[in-house]
Nanobody, 125 residues
């Protein structure tokens, strides 16, 4: 069983940046696809970024060019760097995995079984 703990959220002004962290225990993240989704109030969970175990990244349309997903295998941690934030980025951000090496896209959160508790990002104009 894997446990995921996100951190790094907060309140920032438009144009600012944040780096979110996801620390895993119970499983080695380097072996698995890791994803970031977000959920805005009243909306379904939305795919933001993914990275398969073999490397590479994919980003959701809402953040392409403004987000970077990365891993620190020594710390068993996955990061999400968010730049040029705007109020529409206000959401709870979650990291997730299905404990398999390949990713099942960013279209649906139900493709991934394990999630953290989320970290809140609030962007003011």
């Amino acid at each position: 069983q894997v446990q995921l703990v996100e951190s790094g959220g907060g309140s920032v002004q438009a144009g600012g940046s944040l780096r979110l962290s996801c620390v895993a225990s119970g499983a080695l993240t380097r072996r698995y696809c890791m994803v970031w989704f977000r959920q805005r109030p009243g909306m379904e969970r939305e795919g933001i970024a993914l990275t398969p175990a073999g490397g590479g990244e994919r980003y959701g349309d809402a953040v392409v060019g403004r987000a970077t997903i990365s891993r620190d295998n020594a710390r068993n941690t996955v990061y999400l760097q968010l730049n040029d934030l705007n109020p529409e980025d206000t959401a709870t951000y979650y990291c997730g995995t299905d404990l398999i090496a390949w990713c099942d896209g960013l279209n649906t959160a139900s493709a991934y079984k394990y999630w953290g508790q989320g970290t809140q990002v609030t962007v003011s104009s």
